[in-house]
């Protein structure tokens, strides 16, 4: 279990959104890794996706004496009264990789820029593009996520100026389609869109609607493909589909998380890229603000970040682009996952 | 001794409804032990009554619901797209709190009527006609959130249903005097109720419990509100969802027991066709619980809209399944016509403190999960085991 | 001229392709004790239904005149208002709650909408007193017998300040003891000034208690026979109730010539975990080959118990004592222990635990014995519809097919299903749980037939019944059981009803 | 003309059974219509059958569930965590295919032998048991997982069931020659069994449709057999999925009205007394409907991970509401006694083909689930309606 379980105080309490995606079982890991050479205690707790959860959870931690509480809200809209609670104890809040919008109560942000994944996310595929005219499918999370908005907002940015100009043509979406012109989408025709082309984050709700829309797209729309796939689980159903329409001679997909089953696919070459939030860099960044702020000390940041009420200092963490030709250096000679966990490599 | 066997009798024909309450204690005995004190701390208790709120409000309807052989699937997503659009009449519409709440109260009733045309009228099984339900209102709940996300709300009114705490008026050594008050009203009311009942029971010369055991229960009972009163009292006080939460669990406990409304409730769920061969409207009295189930989900919405300061897209997910557990721990037959509201509130209440305790000791999610259902089919087989024992 | 307080004029009722009444015509003075009789589907429940507002106006045709006004019931309530309470063949009792609770639902001593629980029960009492049912009002109904539930639910119609009394087989369910107990109250109802109408299969009770009576068929009133004109003599109810006279309802047995022990048990015991006490104390008996052997007793004397728990203890009783089959110990541990070993258990409750209602005709015969229809599991259809339609045949069974549902027929058909369900199994002992329960006399007759025929095949055959003149009528030896105890054993020749009810009663 | 005469008043008899297929056949010829046809696309049924599989297989074991009158909600997640093992043994433990699949259909089997004493024992309300299981499952499922995460598995054979096709021998024409001599199989197969039976009806005297309409029916049953499989030889042929599928049908069927077993399960779920006391062991009936829920779930678990070629923390979630849609829809009762599984199969296929619909024509997420609610309350009611009419 957590470490420092028990009930002796506990001076950093860290909430996560889930156990059940990959990504955050990892978190959970690195940052227990990282505990371990600090002096104080740390309890971790997941929300299993409800901010309701959450808020329990936050208030079990500020029961238990928590001076610093690291957050990662499965929603940043809704997690303000979590912390908004917290801040009344004058527990110094961190928002942790997602941002926690439109309250004064966040002190801190450590982040992976979530709109700069999806940016990442399109630029491998603009960079991979055989264009003009390439088809280009369209996946996206969760139609009840925030953060699948976010994903998608920073790749529509940079898709969207490639489909003006003719180098993509949408293949899966009258949505898109009809607003491929607008470079800046409002939240609610980005609901449109997402509304048609969501996964719901679910492997097998990707691979249906690949497969229905592959039923779908003509022989223009085959060939070498780019597919937008938003993390690394919807990414290796999608990718299983497209792998095996005789039609599609090639394809670029994108993905999100590094998960090692996609680490597997991507040495493999059936996925291409993955976009690898180092976790540790993260957890570090994050656990040493906590300690700073313990031992009476001022945090470093490098920026900040507006929550749509104040802007919060932030230190930003890069994303780092995984694909076949540096896996190895990006993620075995770092240490992040052992070389043994995999073949082929 | 006499008074010892008294008890004894007593506790062994009230076993079934003592159980809960042993049960709740022991959880809550272990807890403490095990976190130091941690969880009987006032904070704890305090915000776990807090967070069980919108279930337990849920857990009540639901009860009238299984009572009279039915269930209510929809009601999570139902409370989910209320929660939302009160959000939106707030923050869009611009209507204030005060007319907000009774719009979304009877939009409740509404959704409920829509049920009981299902279920009554058309004669559908409650179990689809909901699962039908709770599809259409995850649906329109996506709908009426999709273009905006997330709605945050910036209302103190609205927001204080679930966060906020009752006005002080003064301090008393670390303790909230307006809720010290309120717990010793709850007291003098609860025995001046007790009394009246005792000596109205005397006047028709019916059975009473000796006057011994009767000074002892009305001891016992008053001691642990004031103890939780006081425990309460030490954090912030009564917040207005635990307010809340009484108001409903007390015009639904006399509802239930002292009105012609509640005997006829029961009387349909233990035999449907009697009750309407002895002239109940069994159609009507199917129509109004689950408008209640309406109405009190539109409760659950707001509290829990408030509580999160916004109304999320995933709001009310798997809350029905929450407020039935609590149901069943709280002693609802499925086989209709028995179970009781404060029961259902209790086993919110064991549920929530499982969630806490867990949390507090720093349990894995996926032990929870698995301890959760454990506890669910331990309380079901108790229920079952000492009903075989006593009829 | 009669001051009549009920008039139905002209009542047609017509069910999707039944046609239930038929334009009634039905009159009842005040004061008197009227019985409607008739055969099963005759139209009597259904014309007291349409009284009462189950039926509401509009679904039928024709007035009712009630108390010198035409009345137009649109719910029961309304019926319930102007003093009319009916108690439905089918007891509408909840089991869960207590006594007084059964008195008082859907009529509440309350003000405002607030139950005053003190005056219920003071007034429950009073119910109670009134029906000379002396209990705990707190009860719950569930722990009563059927005789007391009866008198429950006539104590919760009076609670309505009743001026017209409506029972539909009132003593269906009750024993001699427990139904004279019961005309003995209505007698003293009558005194009291309330008007009662009575259904009942039972002739002489019809002809012990009523003032008059109505008789049905098919859906039309026959005639009204006066008890004071002398007219209320068996032959003619019987006659105008089948349309043709029967001579003797019990046919005569040809051969009366016993085997060897078929079954025999010794020190027989059992005890019932639900209701927590023993039902059956120390019985011992035996049943010869070819023999009727009859078990009278009262309501409650424990006789379906020690059928069940003769019967593999379906309930789980828990038991002890002997069992012997042809002279050798068996033990049977479930129903199906009991129908290999070659015993039959036709229940006395055909609707609730005997036929598969939502099943055709054919389903129901084969459901106790698939296991001769099949090979390996695997059912052979053609040789089912064979059996099917063998049974249907041979019981008699008036119905289209073999494919009608069961839930469609008539009483007196159901209970041939279920007896033909226990003759495909080939039976060597059958266990018949009150017969003829709610049939009418014509479907009696057939019924005993064919239990005569079954003697005459070698089979042998318990026989538990509440009606004396069927237990005399057709047993070869008859015990009687009291508080779960045999309290005697007659042979037929010296049999009466005093002597039963003497022992019965020890 | 007679004919004519004759139909309709089969139709009219037959209503509530032929709905379900009328309804089938409107929803696709909608599609088909609103997509210029490619609904009816080779590929896209194809594909649609495949994606049914793991809730059909569900579906079937839930109709004898329902048949019985009792219900299983933890079904859903069961799969999800039998998956999960199979992926483990399959990876971690090296442990083959061929024995692999077998472990996990006894596993299956267990875990419904637990629900079964939990219900039939015990005597627990099996909505409460199988929640408890549900919550029990769930964390079950996270617990096996949550040290690796999602699991890949690499393995052709297994992958292969959930993503393979029948060989193709050769190909005719575009078409799978394997997958029409198996359409054509059929055919034969179901035109000899219908005529054994019309003959046999007739040696016993029994009720038949005319000669006229006896051939009509042969050749349209027997047309559309031939047009499914053209349409299914034209991409790939039959799945391993599809066939599966039809093996888990057409023995359930056969269970279901040839067999003493299955009478027996439909005696109990019609009147359990009565059959209790026609000498059929209850208890032993419902063991063996949840063993059978069981199995079915660990087939669906396996179908659904070998699907996604990996097992993931999430898989099951909702398996269960989908099956019981799918049974409610294919015409099962809750009042028990009453359901087909061929109908239950019919009704998963509708619940797909109006997913799969409705993605080709690119119907937002929000709009699914309000019309997929619709449709469930539709089919019921339809259901209701026309039984009210007919008895
Ligand atoms: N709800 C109903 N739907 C269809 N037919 C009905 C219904 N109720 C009664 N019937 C039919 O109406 C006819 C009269 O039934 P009714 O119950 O009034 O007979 P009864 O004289 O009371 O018979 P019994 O002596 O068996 O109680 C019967 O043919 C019966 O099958
Ligand atoms: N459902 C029940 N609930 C409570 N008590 C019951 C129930 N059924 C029977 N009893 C009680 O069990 C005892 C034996 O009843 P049983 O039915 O065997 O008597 P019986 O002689 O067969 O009478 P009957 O003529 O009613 O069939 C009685 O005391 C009766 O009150
Ligand atoms: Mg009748
Ligand atoms: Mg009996």
Redesign the interface.
């Known amino acids: ?2 470490n ?4 002796g105080k506990i001076s950093v309490g860290i909430v996560l959104p889930t ?1 059940d995606e990959e990504r955050w079982v990892q978190d959970e890991q690195r940052f227990k890794d990282a505990i371990k050479d600090t002096k104080y205690k740390t ?4 929300s ?6 959450e ?3 936050v ?2 931690l ?3 004496g928590i001076k610093v509480l690291i957050i990662c809200p499965p ?4 997690a ?3 912390v ?2 917290a801040k009344k104890e004058d527990i110094t809040v961190i928002s942790y990789d997602r941002l926690i ?2 309250t004064e109560a966040v002190d801190y942000y450590v982040t992976f820029d979530s709109v700069a994944v999806g940016e990442a996310q399109a630029q491998y595929l603009v960079d991979h593009a055989k264009g003009p005219g390439q088809p280009l499918y369209l996946y996206a999370g969760a ?4 953060n699948a ?1 976010l994903f998608f907002e920073g790749a529509w940015n940079v898709l969207q100026p490639k489909i003006a100009d003719g180098t993509f043509k949408i293949a899966n979406s009258s949505e898109a389609e009809a607003l491929k012109d607008t470079a800046k989408l409002s ?2 025709q980005m ?1 449109k869109i ?2 048609q082309v969501t996964t719901s984050w679910e492997p097998n709700e990707a691979k249906n609607k690949a497969q229905t829309h592959l039923t779908a797209a003509g022989a223009d729309m085959k060939g070498d493909v780019v597919i937008l796939a938003p993390n690394d689980g919807t990414s290796r159903a999608i990718a299983d589909v497209f792998a095996t329409d005789s039609a599609v001679t090639s394809y670029v997909i994108s993905g999100q998380d590094a998960d090692k089953a996609s680490i597997q696919y991507i040495i493999d070459g059936d996925q291409s890229m993955t976009v690898f939030k180092d976790v540790r860099t993260l957890v570090n960044d994050a656990m040493g603000m906590a300690v700073s702020i313990l031992d009476g000390k001022e945090p470093e940041t490098t920026g900040s970040y507006p929550n749509g009420m104040i802007d919060v200092p932030a230190k930003q963490t890069d994303v780092i682009v995984v694909e076949q030709s540096n896996v190895k250096e990006k993620l075995i000679d770092s240490g992040y996952y052992e070389a043994s966990e995999f073949t082929g490599l | 001794m006499n008074l010892f066997k008294e008890t004894k009798t007593l506790v062994k024909v009230n076993i079934r409804e003592y159980g809960m309450y042993i049960a709740l204690f022991v959880i809550m005995l272990v807890f403490t032990v ?3 004190g ?1 969880f009987i ?1 006032s ?2 208790i305090s ?1 776990l009554l807090d ?1 069980t709120g ?1 279930i337990a409000v849920l857990a009540v309807g639901m009860t009238l619901v299984i009572v009279i052989r039915h ?1 209510d699937l929809s009601v999570g997503f139902a409370a989910g797209f209320m929660g939302a659009i009160a959000a939106l009449l707030i923050t869009q519409a611009g209507i204030p709190v005060v007319l907000t709440i009774p719009i979304i109260l009877v939009l409740g009733i509404v959704v409920g009527l829509f049920n009981g045309v ?1 279920v009554a009228s ?4 409650s ?3 909901s ?6 209102f ?3 709940l ?2 009426v959130t ?7 709300i ?1 209302n103190e009114q609205f ?1 204080a249903i ?2 906020g705490y009752i006005p002080e008026l003064a301090n008393v050594g670390g303790l909230n005097l307006l809720s010290l008050l309120l717990g010793a009203l709850f007291i003098v009311l609860y025995i001046a109720a007790e009394i009246s009942k005792r000596r ?2 005397l ?2 010369e ?1 059975e009473v419990v000796s006057g011994q055991m009767f000074a002892l229960k009305l001891a016992f009972v008053s001691a642990i509100i004031a103890y939780v009163t006081w425990i309460i009292a030490g954090y912030n006080g009564f917040s207005w969802t635990v307010i809340i939460m009484l108001i409903v669990v007390v015009i639904y406990h006399f509802l239930t027991t ?7 409730i ?2 349909v769920g ?2 449907p ?9 069994v159609k009507k009295i199917t129509y109004i619980v689950f408008c209640s189930m309406g109405l009190l989900s539109a409760l659950s919405g707001i509290l ?1 809209t408030s ?4 109304a ?3 709001a009310g ?1 798997l809350f029905e ?1 929450d407020a ?2 609590a149901a ?1 721990v709280g002693g609802v037959s ?2 209709g ?2 179970g009781k509201v404060t029961g259902s509130i209790i086993g919110a209440i064991v549920m929530a403190s499982l ?2 305790g867990m ?16 506890v ?2 331990a309380a ?2 108790f229920d ?2 000492t009903r ?1 024992q006593r ?1 | 001229m009669s001051d009549y307080i009920l008039e139905m004029n002209g009542i047609s009722k017509e069910f999707t392709g039944v046609k239930a009444l038929a334009d009634v015509n039905f009159k009842v003075e005040r004061g008197e004790i009227h019985c409607l009789i008739g055969e099963n589907g005759a139209g009597k429940s259904t014309l007291m239904k349409v009284l009462s507002g ?1 039926y509401p106006h509009g679904t039928y045709k024709g007035d009712i005149v009630f108390e010198g006004n035409v009345q137009q019931f649109h ?3 309304d019926s ?1 208002k102007a003093g009319i309470a ?1 108690i ?1 063949q ?8 207590t006594v007084y ?1 059964n008195i008082y ?4 001593v ?1 003000r405002g ?3 005053d ?3 219920t ?2 007034q429950a009492k009073q119910m109670l007193r009134k029906v000379k049912l002396n209990l705990n009002p707190e009860t719950p109904i ?2 009563l017998g059927v005789g007391k539930q009866q008198l429950v639910e006539i104590a ?1 119609a009076l609670s309505k300040n009743v001026k017209l009394l409506i029972l539909d087989e009132p003593t269906a369910a009750l024993n001699e003891n427990d139904s004279e107990n019961l005309l003995e109250l209505l007698r003293e109802l009558k005194d009291q000034g309330i008007t009662c109408i009575m259904i009942s299969h039972k002739l002489k009770e019809v002809i012990s208690i009523a003032d008059k009576a109505t008789v049905l068929r098919d859906g039309k009133t026959i005639c009204t026979l006066d008890a004071s004109k002398g007219e209320l003599v068996e032959n003619v109810i019987i006659k105008s109730m089948v349309g043709r006279e029967i001579d003797d309802i019990y046919p005569k047995r040809l051969r009366r010539k016993f085997g060897d022990r078929i079954l025999e048990v010794r020190d027989w015991s059992a005890y019932d ?2 209701l ?1 006490r023993q039902v059956v104390k120390k019985v011992d008996l035996h049943v010869k080959q070819g023999e009727i052997v009859g078990i009278a007793g009262l309501m409650g004397s424990g006789r379906t118990e020690l059928a069940r728990s003769l019967f593999g203890n379906p309930k789980a009783y828990r038991l002890s004592g002997e069992m012997l089959l042809r002279g050798v110990p068996v033990e049977l541990r479930h129903t199906s222990d009991a129908i290999r070993a070659g015993i039959a258990y036709v229940t006395e409750d055909r609707k609730g635990d005997g036929l598969f209602l939502i099943q055709d005709i054919k389903s129901n015969l084969s459901a106790a014995n698939l296991r001769d229809i099949a090979s390996r599991g695997v059912i052979n259809d053609n040789e089912e519809i064979r059996v099917a339609n063998r049974y249907k045949d041979s019981l008699n069974v008036k119905a289209p097919s073999i494919e009608q549902i069961v839930g469609n027929l008539s009483g007196g058909n159901q209970q041939k299903v279920s007896l033909g369900k226990w003759l495909f199994v080939g039976p060597k002992l059958m266990i018949l749980d009150e017969p003829t329960r709610g049939i009418d006399v014509g479907a009696k007759f057939e019924i005993y037939t064919i239990m005569n025929k079954l003697i005459e095949e070698g089979m042998s055959i318990i026989m538990i019944s509440s009606e004396l003149g069927e237990v005399l009528g057709m047993s070869d030896r008859v015990y009687v059981m009291a508080e779960g105890r045999i309290a005697g054993e007659l042979p037929i020749e010296e049999a009466d009803q005093e002597k039963i009810m003497q022992l019965a009663t020890q």
Not at chain 1, 48 to 53: E, H, L, M
């Open positions: 279990n957590a420092g379980s028990g009930s156990k309890e971790i707790l997941f299993q996706g409800s901010p309701a959860k808020k329990e959870n208030e079990t500020i029961n238990k929603d940043g809209d809704a303000a009264a979590a908004e609670a919008t439109n139609a009840t996520d925030n908005f939240r609610d609901s997402v509304g | 095990m976190t130091d941690l701390s904070r704890n915000n967070a919108y269930i299902l058309i004669g559908i099984p179990f689809v006609a699962l039908a339900g709770m599809l259409i995850r649906g329109a996506l709908r999709e273009k905006t996300g997330t709605i945050n910036k927001n679930g966060n109205n029971k006047k028709y019916l002292k009105t012609v409304l509640g005997r006829n029961y009387a233990s035999n066709e009697a009750a309407h061969l002895s002239g109940i409207n829990y509580r999160l300061q916004s999320t897209t995933t997910t399944l039935i557990a069943y499925a086989a016509g028995v969630s806490s949390n507090l000791l720093g349990v894995g999610i996926s032990y929870q999960y698995m301890i959760r259902g454990g669910l089919a079901v087989i079952v085991m075989k009829s | 189950v719910k029961i309530s319930v009916i439905y089918e007891l509408a009792l909840f089991p869960d709650l609770e639902a859907g009529n509440e309350s909408g607030i139950v629980w003190n005056r029960i003071v569930k722990d919760k975990p639900q927590g």
